[in-house]
Protein backbone atom coordinates (compact mmCIF):
# COMPACT_ATOMS: atom_id res chain seq x y z
CA UNK A 1 0.00 0.00 0.00
CA UNK A 2 1.56 3.20 -0.95
CA UNK A 3 1.89 5.71 1.80
CA UNK A 4 2.88 9.60 1.55
CA UNK A 5 3.07 11.66 5.17
CA UNK A 6 4.37 14.56 5.18
CA UNK A 7 5.59 16.89 8.21
CA UNK A 8 7.11 19.78 9.23
CA UNK A 9 4.72 22.59 8.47
CA UNK A 10 3.81 25.09 10.79
CA UNK A 11 3.53 28.73 11.58
CA UNK A 12 6.78 30.94 10.59
CA UNK A 13 7.20 34.84 10.40
CA UNK A 14 7.97 36.11 7.29
CA UNK A 15 11.86 35.80 5.90
CA UNK A 16 11.63 32.54 8.14
CA UNK A 17 12.94 28.83 7.19
CA UNK A 18 10.88 25.75 7.53
CA UNK A 19 11.94 21.85 5.91
CA UNK A 20 9.18 19.55 5.15
CA UNK A 21 9.70 16.13 4.78
CA UNK A 22 7.65 13.45 3.63
CA UNK A 23 8.20 10.15 4.55
CA UNK A 24 7.09 7.16 1.77
CA UNK A 25 6.36 3.43 1.85
CA UNK A 26 4.85 1.18 -0.43
CA UNK A 27 6.87 1.41 -3.39
CA UNK A 28 10.15 1.79 -4.62
CA UNK A 29 11.29 4.99 -3.75
CA UNK A 30 14.46 5.75 -5.46
CA UNK A 31 13.18 4.71 -8.62
CA UNK A 32 10.62 7.68 -9.21
CA UNK A 33 10.47 10.95 -9.51
CA UNK A 34 9.27 12.88 -6.16
CA UNK A 35 7.35 16.33 -6.80
CA UNK A 36 5.90 18.90 -3.78
CA UNK A 37 2.72 20.82 -5.14
CA UNK A 38 0.68 23.56 -2.51
CA UNK A 39 -2.43 24.82 -2.71
CA UNK A 40 -3.43 28.09 -0.92
CA UNK A 41 -7.29 28.78 0.41
CA UNK A 42 -9.41 29.62 -2.90
CA UNK A 43 -6.18 28.20 -5.27
CA UNK A 44 -5.37 25.56 -7.46
CA UNK A 45 -2.89 23.47 -6.62
CA UNK A 46 0.32 24.25 -8.29
CA UNK A 47 3.81 22.15 -8.74
CA UNK A 48 6.63 23.99 -7.13
CA UNK A 49 9.53 21.59 -6.98
CA UNK A 50 10.71 18.15 -8.84
CA UNK A 51 13.74 16.01 -8.10
CA UNK A 52 14.33 13.09 -10.45
CA UNK A 53 15.26 9.78 -8.90
CA UNK A 54 18.38 8.81 -10.47
CA UNK A 55 20.86 11.86 -10.73
CA UNK A 56 18.57 13.93 -8.52
CA UNK A 57 18.19 16.69 -11.19
CA UNK A 58 16.04 19.33 -9.54
CA UNK A 59 13.46 21.49 -10.88
CA UNK A 60 11.46 24.60 -9.68
CA UNK A 61 8.21 26.90 -9.86
CA UNK A 62 9.68 30.48 -10.97
CA UNK A 63 7.94 31.58 -7.88
CA UNK A 64 10.08 29.84 -5.25
CA UNK A 65 13.31 29.28 -7.26
CA UNK A 66 16.31 30.79 -5.18
CA UNK A 67 14.59 29.91 -1.86
CA UNK A 68 13.27 26.80 -1.88
CA UNK A 69 15.55 23.16 -2.41
CA UNK A 70 14.31 20.05 -2.77
CA UNK A 71 16.22 16.87 -1.42
CA UNK A 72 15.98 13.37 -1.26
CA UNK A 73 16.89 10.25 0.75
CA UNK A 74 16.64 7.11 -0.84
CA UNK A 75 18.02 5.34 1.86
CA UNK A 76 14.83 6.37 4.50
CA UNK A 77 12.29 6.48 1.43
CA UNK A 78 11.84 10.47 2.20
CA UNK A 79 11.53 13.62 0.57
CA UNK A 80 12.38 17.06 1.86
CA UNK A 81 11.67 21.00 0.77
CA UNK A 82 13.58 23.04 2.68
CA UNK A 83 11.83 26.59 2.69
CA UNK A 84 14.22 29.75 2.87
CA UNK A 85 12.91 33.55 2.78
CA UNK A 86 9.20 32.72 3.67
CA UNK A 87 6.78 35.05 2.04
CA UNK A 88 3.39 35.78 2.96
CA UNK A 89 2.24 34.22 -0.28
CA UNK A 90 3.45 30.85 0.30
CA UNK A 91 0.98 30.16 2.84
CA UNK A 92 -0.57 27.15 1.71
CA UNK A 93 -0.76 23.72 1.98
CA UNK A 94 1.95 21.29 1.09
CA UNK A 95 1.76 18.08 -0.56
CA UNK A 96 4.23 15.29 -2.26
CA UNK A 97 3.74 13.78 -5.13
CA UNK A 98 4.61 10.91 -7.36
CA UNK A 99 3.43 9.52 -10.08
CA UNK A 100 3.21 5.51 -11.61
CA UNK A 101 1.88 6.26 -15.31
CA UNK A 102 -1.45 8.33 -15.42
CA UNK A 103 -1.93 7.28 -11.56
CA UNK A 104 -1.18 10.31 -8.76
CA UNK A 105 -0.61 9.11 -5.22
CA UNK A 106 -0.63 12.16 -2.31
CA UNK A 107 0.03 12.80 1.13
CA UNK A 108 -2.28 14.07 3.51
CA UNK A 109 -0.80 17.65 3.19
CA UNK A 110 1.41 19.90 6.13
CA UNK A 111 -0.01 23.32 6.64
CA UNK A 112 2.41 26.82 6.52
CA UNK A 113 1.42 29.37 7.41
CA UNK A 114 3.65 32.86 7.14
CA UNK A 115 2.28 36.04 8.81
CA UNK A 116 3.57 39.13 7.80
Known amino acids: QVQLVESGGGLVQSGGSLTLSCATS????????MNWYRQAPGKEREWIASISSVFRRTTYADSVKGRFTISRDNAKNTVYLQMNNLKPEDTAVYFC?????????WGQGTQVTVSS
Open 97 to 105: NFHIGAINY
Open 26 to 33: GFTFSTYA
